[in-house]
């Protein structure tokens, strides 16, 4: 049961709407929606992995948390400990309730479930944050689900910019023992192969 953490969804939807004031002001529909959002907003769910090619047993069946690097910022780990899973919402906006963003309470703010750009450890991948954000989703920042699958786009006319969620040796220390490496997030922005120490993965959501 997540039953509590309707509350901490209720402060989200406001702090969030706050944030799209001007834009769901073009009409009352919009607002209404920002105000209150739709039916998936009010399911927390952590997301897990699903090993879909390489077999990487460790890499299998772990959950989502942030991983604090500095202020507002965390980069997206996986560990195999339910109870450290984070609790994200899916935060639709205006453009299409298909399309949303990864909300997660922190201490009282909104961050988001960030794919960006930057360098990793991998050459081919992409880096996957958790950063300070209440931002809706838009047409260059979007997640879906397919297939109960957690997708994302940074562009939902063509649909293009992601390649699929990898889940690899990570530079941070685990949550059990800080001197023995993690296991990371990360992602790619084309179809790839898959660097030693990493497997593909799929993230579903556990309701
Ligand atoms: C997620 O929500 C559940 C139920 O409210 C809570 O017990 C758990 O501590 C939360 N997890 C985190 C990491 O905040
Ligand atoms: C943590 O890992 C290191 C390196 O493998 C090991 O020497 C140490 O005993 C481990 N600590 C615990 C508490 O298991």
Redesign the pocket.
Known sequence: M?F??SLAVAALATLASARMTPRASRNDGANARSAHPDHENDK?FILQTRVKEGDYPGHNGLYVYAYHTGAGLNDAMLDPQE?????GTAFTSDISDRFFVVLYDLAGSPYELEPATGTTPYPDLLPVRINVDGAPPSSSNAFYFAYNTLRWTNNINTMSGFGGWLACKSEHGSLENLSVPGVQLFYRSTPGPTPEDCSDVDLVPIY
């Open positions: 997540r509590s953490s927390p109870s450290v899973g984070n609790n």
